[in-house]
C-alpha cells in the first residue's frame, strides 16, 4: 500500500462516515497541503509542517476562514496514529488561530425593507426565505414537491439523484419545516407557474437548470454545484445589497436576522429547534448579542440621567 499523504488520505476518507459537505472541505484542505509540500510520505510529516500549514491558510483569507481548513484536516493525522500508520501525530501540538467573538451580522428592518423594495419576484422570495431561517442551500435546492400550499408549509427534504433532480443532502441531515409567509406565497406562485415542463427546481432559471443538468449526465457536477446551483449567487446578493443602499453583508445574515428576532419572544431550546443547531451553545450567541443590546439600551438611559444637563 503506497503510504503517501493522498493515497491514506483517500482510504481515511472510505473509512470514515462523513457528510458529503465536510468530505468536500477536507479535500480542499488535502489539496492546499499537496500544493505546499508535495505529496509526502506521511512518515515524514512533523510537527513543521503542520505550524506552516496553518500559517499558509492564513494568507489570502481570514483566520477564521484559515481554521476551516486546517481544523478539518487535523482529525486526519489523528486517525492515521490510533490506526498505527504513524508512530506519533505531527499535528497534535498545532492549534488553530485565536479568534475573538465575531459578532453575528443581521439585517434591520429598515434594510430588509430597502432590500425588498428593489428586488425581482425571485429575489423577494430569496430574501423571504431567508428570513424565515432557510440556508442559501436548502432555499437553491427547494423543488415544487416541497410546498403545500393547504398547511401551509415548506419542507425541505434532502433530495435523490433522479432523471430531474440531483443528489443534495441537508446540513447535519436535519429536516427543515418553516411557515410559508403570506408576502411569499404570492412569489412562489408566480415563479411556479413559469417553470418549464420537468423543471423542480424553483429559485433556478431554466437556463442555469439545463447546464446542471447536462454537467450531471457528464459526471461533472460535483457537491460544490449542487449544493450552491446558483454559481455567482454572492456577486449577484452583494449588487442587489449595492443597489439597495444596504452596506456589503453575508446572505447568511438574513438567517441570522430570523433568530435574533426569534430570541427576543422564544426559549432558547426552541430557537435552537427552528433553528436546527446541534449545539445549544451555538443559538446561545443570538441571546448574548441580543442581551448585550438590551443592557447597553439600559445603561445608556441610566447615564442620562447622572450626566444629562
Known amino acids: 500500500m503506497q503510504t503517501t499523504v493522498s493515497a491514506m488520505f483517500e482510504l481515511y476518507l472510505r473509512c470514515t462516515n462523513l457528510a458529503e ?3 468536500a472541505v477536507k479535500k ?20 513543521a509542517h503542520g505550524e506552516d500549514f496553518r500559517n499558509s491558510l492564513a494568507a489570502g483569507r481570514s483566520k477564521s476562514s ?50 425588498l423594495k428593489v428586488a425581482d419576484s425571485r429575489w423577494k422570495l430569496i430574501i423571504y426565505l431567508g428570513l424565515s431561517s432557510l440556508r442559501r442551500a436548502e432555499i437553491l435546492n427547494l423543488t415544487v414537491e416541497d410546498i403545500d400550499f393547504d398547511s401551509g408549509f415548506i419542507t425541505v427534504r434532502p433530495k435523490k439523484d ?46 442555469r437548470y439545463e447546464r446542471l443538468m447536462q454537467r450531471k449526465k457528464k459526471g461533472t457536477l460535483d457537491f460544490r454545484l449542487r449544493n450552491c446551483p446558483w454559481d455567482g449567487f454572492n456577486r449577484c446578493f452583494n449588487r442587489l445589497l449595492q443597489k439597495a443602499s444596504v452596506s456589503k453583508k453575508k446572505f447568511h445574515g438574513l438567517r441570522a436576522t430570523f433568530a435574533t428576532n426569534m430570541s427576543k419572544h ?44
Open 162 to 207: 433522479t432523471a430531474t433532480t440531483w443528489e443534495w443532502n441537508i446540513k447535519n441531515h436535519n429536516q427543515a419545516i418553516v411557515p410559508l409567509i403570506e408576502p411569499a406565497e404570492k412569489y412562489l406562485i408566480e415563479l411556479i407557474e413559469d417553470l418549464r415542463p420537468n423543471q423542480p427546481y424553483i429559485l433556478l432559471d431554466y437556463d
Open 266 to 309: 422564544l426559549k432558547i431550546e426552541d430557537v435552537q429547534c427552528l433553528m436546527r443547531h446541534s449545539s445549544i451553545s451555538t443559538t446561545a450567541k443570538y441571546y448574548i448579542q441580543h442581551k448585550e443590546r438590551e443592557l447597553v439600551s439600559e445603561s445608556g438611559k441610566i447615564l442620562e440621567k447622572y450626566y444629562v444637563t
Open 21 to 23: 459537505s465536510s468530505r
Open 66 to 115: 484559515a481554521n476551516i481548513y486546517f481544523m478539518n484536516f487535523k482529525p486526519f493525522w489523528s486517525w492515521l496514529t490510533k490506526r498505527g500508520y504513524i508512530d506519533r501525530d505531527p499535528f497534535a501540538g498545532v492549534q488553530g488561530f485565536v479568534i475573538g467573538e465575531v459578532r453575528k451580522e443581521v439585517f434591520t428592518v429598515d434594510e430588509t425593507e430597502r432590500v
Open 28 to 47: 480542499l484542505a488535502l489539496r492546499y497541503f499537496v500544493d505546499l509540500f508535495g505529496d509526502l510520505p506521511i512518515s515524514s510529516v512533523g510537527y
